[in-house]
């Protein structure tokens, strides 16, 4: 018995899986793909379903470049002085902003107050800095630099300059000045966390 004609020319489809995709399977044309927007809201769902792998978390690469630069330092310009990297930063804020008071050394250093009393400890037993009290508020005492300190200070600072200039000449200018906006923003963004202005996000946004 002749087949139909039409029924001859019927294409026959079954369902066929190719990884993550939906194909359709025909024995005269090969594999269909599915419609555009199905794909689209497929990888859209594939991508939210990503989480942000550790080596991508700012914080992370921060605390990695703060590690290095640090160890540069304390090696190079810093251990020659016997001068823990606690202590220069404390040096080098109060040469910067000081006097200061050992709550605004604190904060200036993001150091917790037990680190910061050991650093000024140190540094006023080396005779690099003075300890006395305010003449404003007899209750605390102002931090400032001696003789000495500031020439020690100066002598590491140099050190501490040549390194900026090295980081910096991988940067054009226009990269150095977005690079300092967006870490404004991000110090913005890390204060506001620790002010507790928003919460941190879930984890599954992220």
């Not at 040096?91 to 050992?102: D, K, M, Q």
């Not at 050394?105 to 009393?117: I, K, N, Q």
């Amino acid at each position: 018995m002749p087949l139909d004609k039409n029924r001859r020319h019927r294409r026959y489809r079954f369902p066929v899986r190719r990884g993550p995709r939906f194909r359709i399977a025909t024995h005269r044309h090969g594999y269909a793909r599915p419609a555009p927007h199905a794909a689209h809201h497929s990888f859209r769902a594939m991508a939210s379903k990503k989480k942000l792998s550790l080596e991508h978390w700012i914080s992370y690469r921060f605390g990695l470049v703060a590690s290095r630069t640090g160890a540069v330092m304390s090696a190079r310009y810093v251990a020659p002085h016997d001068l823990p990297m606690p202590a220069w930063r404390s040096l080098a804020v109060i040469a910067r902003f000081g006097p200061l008071s050992a709550g605004e050394l604190g904060e200036r250093t993001s150091s917790d107050p037990f680190r910061v009393v050991r650093a000024i400890d140190l540094l006023v037993k080396r005779g690099l800095i003075t300890r006395n009290p305010d003449p404003s508020d007899r209750r605390r005492a102002r931090l400032e630099l001696t003789s000495a300190g500031r020439a020690v200070y100066e002598e590491i600072v140099q050190g501490a300059i040549a390194n900026e200039k090295f980081i910096r000449a991988g940067l054009t200018a226009q990269e150095i000045r977005l690079l300092e906006s967006m870490l404004d923003r991000i110090d913005a963004q890390v204060q506001a966390l620790s002010a507790g202005l928003s919460g941190p996000p879930e984890a599954d946004d992220l």
